[in-house]
Protein backbone atom coordinates (compact mmCIF):
# COMPACT_ATOMS: atom_id res chain seq x y z
CA UNK A 1 0.00 0.00 0.00
CA UNK A 2 1.82 2.89 -1.59
CA UNK A 3 -0.11 5.81 0.53
CA UNK A 4 1.11 9.35 -0.83
CA UNK A 5 3.31 9.46 -3.50
CA UNK A 6 5.25 12.75 -4.10
CA UNK A 7 7.46 12.88 -7.04
CA UNK A 8 10.49 14.04 -7.10
CA UNK A 9 12.44 13.67 -3.83
CA UNK A 10 14.94 16.41 -4.56
CA UNK A 11 15.07 19.63 -7.17
CA UNK A 12 17.13 22.50 -7.65
CA UNK A 13 15.96 25.37 -9.76
CA UNK A 14 17.24 28.55 -11.16
CA UNK A 15 15.94 31.36 -10.54
CA UNK A 16 12.90 31.45 -12.78
CA UNK A 17 12.56 28.32 -14.03
CA UNK A 18 9.44 26.33 -13.91
CA UNK A 19 8.50 22.77 -12.51
CA UNK A 20 5.59 20.80 -11.35
CA UNK A 21 5.49 18.87 -8.77
CA UNK A 22 3.28 15.61 -8.46
CA UNK A 23 1.62 13.99 -5.95
CA UNK A 24 -0.54 11.02 -6.13
CA UNK A 25 -2.50 8.65 -3.34
CA UNK A 26 -4.19 5.60 -4.15
CA UNK A 27 -6.97 5.57 -1.12
CA UNK A 28 -9.51 6.57 -2.68
CA UNK A 29 -9.28 10.14 -0.76
CA UNK A 30 -11.64 13.16 -1.67
CA UNK A 31 -9.54 15.83 -0.09
CA UNK A 32 -5.96 16.82 -1.10
CA UNK A 33 -3.41 19.39 0.45
CA UNK A 34 -0.02 21.13 -0.16
CA UNK A 35 1.58 22.36 2.10
CA UNK A 36 5.37 23.84 2.32
CA UNK A 37 8.18 24.04 5.08
CA UNK A 38 10.73 26.59 5.67
CA UNK A 39 13.62 25.45 8.21
CA UNK A 40 12.18 25.21 11.52
CA UNK A 41 8.96 26.56 11.14
CA UNK A 42 5.44 24.75 11.32
CA UNK A 43 3.80 23.93 7.65
CA UNK A 44 1.91 26.15 5.51
CA UNK A 45 -1.02 25.15 3.52
CA UNK A 46 -0.62 26.58 -0.11
CA UNK A 47 -3.79 25.15 -1.66
CA UNK A 48 -6.28 22.69 -1.16
CA UNK A 49 -8.86 20.10 -2.70
CA UNK A 50 -11.81 19.57 -0.90
CA UNK A 51 -12.57 17.30 -3.97
CA UNK A 52 -12.04 16.18 -7.80
CA UNK A 53 -12.82 19.23 -9.57
CA UNK A 54 -12.30 21.72 -6.67
CA UNK A 55 -9.34 23.76 -5.70
CA UNK A 56 -8.90 27.03 -3.03
CA UNK A 57 -6.03 29.29 -1.99
CA UNK A 58 -4.51 28.47 1.93
CA UNK A 59 -2.99 30.34 3.45
CA UNK A 60 0.11 31.11 1.26
CA UNK A 61 -0.83 30.59 -2.41
CA UNK A 62 1.10 33.15 -4.20
CA UNK A 63 3.13 32.12 -6.68
CA UNK A 64 1.73 28.58 -7.34
CA UNK A 65 -1.13 27.01 -9.18
CA UNK A 66 -2.31 23.44 -8.53
CA UNK A 67 -4.42 21.33 -10.42
CA UNK A 68 -6.72 18.47 -9.01
CA UNK A 69 -6.04 16.05 -12.32
CA UNK A 70 -7.95 13.59 -10.88
CA UNK A 71 -9.34 11.49 -7.84
CA UNK A 72 -6.19 10.21 -7.13
CA UNK A 73 -3.49 12.84 -8.15
CA UNK A 74 -2.87 16.76 -7.40
CA UNK A 75 -0.37 18.90 -8.67
CA UNK A 76 1.81 21.78 -7.56
CA UNK A 77 3.21 24.26 -10.13
CA UNK A 78 5.85 27.01 -9.87
CA UNK A 79 5.67 28.69 -12.74
CA UNK A 80 8.49 31.05 -12.32
CA UNK A 81 10.41 30.07 -8.87
CA UNK A 82 12.10 32.29 -6.39
CA UNK A 83 14.49 31.85 -3.80
CA UNK A 84 12.03 32.28 -1.47
CA UNK A 85 10.29 29.27 -2.79
CA UNK A 86 13.21 27.23 -1.24
CA UNK A 87 11.49 24.66 1.06
CA UNK A 88 10.47 21.52 1.48
CA UNK A 89 6.75 20.67 0.14
CA UNK A 90 4.38 17.90 1.29
CA UNK A 91 1.42 16.51 0.03
CA UNK A 92 -1.53 15.21 2.30
CA UNK A 93 -5.03 13.44 2.01
CA UNK A 94 -7.70 12.66 3.77
CA UNK A 95 -11.49 11.06 3.53
CA UNK A 96 -12.61 14.64 4.70
CA UNK A 97 -15.73 14.45 6.54
CA UNK A 98 -16.77 15.92 9.47
CA UNK A 99 -15.85 13.23 12.03
CA UNK A 100 -12.52 11.73 9.89
CA UNK A 101 -10.78 14.58 8.95
CA UNK A 102 -6.95 12.41 9.34
CA UNK A 103 -4.62 13.42 6.79
CA UNK A 104 -2.20 10.95 5.56
CA UNK A 105 1.21 12.76 4.36
CA UNK A 106 3.99 12.18 1.96
CA UNK A 107 7.76 12.00 2.54
CA UNK A 108 8.39 15.77 0.96
CA UNK A 109 9.90 17.27 -1.71
CA UNK A 110 13.11 19.61 -0.86
CA UNK A 111 13.11 22.10 -3.39
CA UNK A 112 16.34 24.76 -3.42
CA UNK A 113 16.21 27.60 -5.74
CA UNK A 114 19.13 29.39 -6.59
CA UNK B 1 -10.14 31.83 12.45
CA UNK B 2 -9.92 29.97 14.87
CA UNK B 3 -5.90 29.50 16.09
CA UNK B 4 -3.95 27.12 18.69
CA UNK B 5 -1.09 28.28 21.47
CA UNK B 6 1.45 25.90 22.36
CA UNK B 7 4.59 26.06 23.81
CA UNK B 8 7.66 26.39 21.89
CA UNK B 9 9.22 23.32 23.28
CA UNK B 10 8.88 20.65 26.13
CA UNK B 11 11.42 18.64 27.97
CA UNK B 12 10.32 14.96 29.16
CA UNK B 13 12.65 12.24 30.71
CA UNK B 14 12.35 8.55 29.14
CA UNK B 15 9.08 6.51 30.39
CA UNK B 16 7.53 9.34 31.93
CA UNK B 17 4.89 10.76 31.20
CA UNK B 18 3.88 13.92 28.93
CA UNK B 19 1.74 16.38 29.03
CA UNK B 20 1.41 18.76 25.66
CA UNK B 21 -1.11 21.46 26.09
CA UNK B 22 -2.62 23.63 23.64
CA UNK B 23 -5.05 26.87 23.80
CA UNK B 24 -7.86 27.40 21.66
CA UNK B 25 -9.73 30.14 22.81
CA UNK B 26 -11.88 31.18 19.86
CA UNK B 27 -12.89 27.25 19.20
CA UNK B 28 -16.32 27.22 17.89
CA UNK B 29 -19.06 24.44 18.87
CA UNK B 30 -18.45 22.03 16.09
CA UNK B 31 -14.67 22.56 15.60
CA UNK B 32 -12.66 19.24 16.03
CA UNK B 33 -9.36 19.43 17.56
CA UNK B 34 -6.18 17.40 15.71
CA UNK B 35 -2.92 16.76 17.08
CA UNK B 36 0.00 15.85 14.86
CA UNK B 37 3.55 14.83 14.96
CA UNK B 38 6.24 15.08 12.95
CA UNK B 39 9.37 12.72 13.41
CA UNK B 40 12.93 14.60 12.07
CA UNK B 41 12.87 14.48 8.33
CA UNK B 42 9.54 13.25 7.81
CA UNK B 43 6.09 14.16 7.27
CA UNK B 44 3.70 14.73 9.87
CA UNK B 45 1.83 11.78 11.62
CA UNK B 46 -1.98 11.75 12.91
CA UNK B 47 -2.03 10.96 16.49
CA UNK B 48 -5.60 11.64 17.70
CA UNK B 49 -8.01 13.86 17.48
CA UNK B 50 -11.68 14.72 19.40
CA UNK B 51 -14.69 17.07 19.72
CA UNK B 52 -16.00 16.79 23.41
CA UNK B 53 -15.28 13.87 24.95
CA UNK B 54 -11.86 12.90 25.83
CA UNK B 55 -10.56 10.52 23.58
CA UNK B 56 -7.56 7.51 23.98
CA UNK B 57 -5.85 5.38 20.82
CA UNK B 58 -2.58 3.19 21.06
CA UNK B 59 -0.60 6.13 20.67
CA UNK B 60 -1.99 8.75 23.03
CA UNK B 61 -4.63 10.10 25.04
CA UNK B 62 -6.87 13.46 24.34
CA UNK B 63 -7.81 15.29 27.53
CA UNK B 64 -10.73 18.20 26.47
CA UNK B 65 -11.12 20.78 28.59
CA UNK B 66 -14.65 21.04 29.65
CA UNK B 67 -15.36 24.31 28.16
CA UNK B 68 -13.20 23.19 25.16
CA UNK B 69 -10.97 26.06 25.32
CA UNK B 70 -7.93 24.12 25.94
CA UNK B 71 -6.76 20.81 25.34
CA UNK B 72 -3.96 18.58 26.44
CA UNK B 73 -2.01 16.09 24.65
CA UNK B 74 -1.02 13.10 27.11
CA UNK B 75 1.59 10.44 25.64
CA UNK B 76 1.55 8.05 28.77
CA UNK B 77 5.18 6.45 28.76
CA UNK B 78 7.39 8.84 26.77
CA UNK B 79 10.18 6.80 24.45
CA UNK B 80 13.23 8.33 22.46
CA UNK B 81 11.02 8.02 19.39
CA UNK B 82 8.56 10.36 20.39
CA UNK B 83 10.70 12.97 20.21
CA UNK B 84 9.41 15.11 17.76
CA UNK B 85 7.23 18.09 16.63
CA UNK B 86 3.78 18.16 18.02
CA UNK B 87 1.06 20.18 16.15
CA UNK B 88 -2.10 20.99 17.84
CA UNK B 89 -4.41 21.69 14.67
CA UNK B 90 -8.51 23.16 14.91
CA UNK B 91 -10.41 21.78 12.20
CA UNK B 92 -12.77 24.36 11.55
CA UNK B 93 -16.57 23.68 10.32
CA UNK B 94 -16.65 26.47 8.38
CA UNK B 95 -13.26 25.45 6.36
CA UNK B 96 -11.97 22.40 4.21
CA UNK B 97 -8.61 23.21 4.93
CA UNK B 98 -6.36 21.72 7.93
CA UNK B 99 -3.74 24.45 9.13
CA UNK B 100 -0.58 23.71 11.16
CA UNK B 101 1.05 26.12 13.45
CA UNK B 102 4.58 26.08 15.02
CA UNK B 103 3.99 22.99 17.17
CA UNK B 104 5.65 21.90 20.18
CA UNK B 105 9.04 20.79 20.10
CA UNK B 106 9.29 17.69 22.31
CA UNK B 107 13.07 16.30 23.92
CA UNK B 108 13.10 13.57 25.18
CA UNK B 109 16.07 12.41 27.42
CA UNK B 110 17.17 9.00 28.56
Known amino acids: NAGVTQTPKFQVLKTGQSMTLQCAQD?????MYWYRQDPGMGLRLIYYSASEGTTDKGEVPNGYNVSRLNKREFSLRLESAAPSQTSVYFC?????????????FGSGTQLSVL | DAKTTQPNSMESNEEEPVHLPCNHSTISGTDYIHWYRQLPSQGPEYVIH???SNVNNRMASLAIAEDRKSSTLILHRATLRDAAVYYC???????????FGAGTRLTVKP
Open chain 1, 92 to 104: ASSYSTPTNEKLF
Open chain 2, 50 to 52: GLT
Open chain 1, 27 to 31: MNHNS
Open chain 2, 89 to 99: ILRESKNNDMR
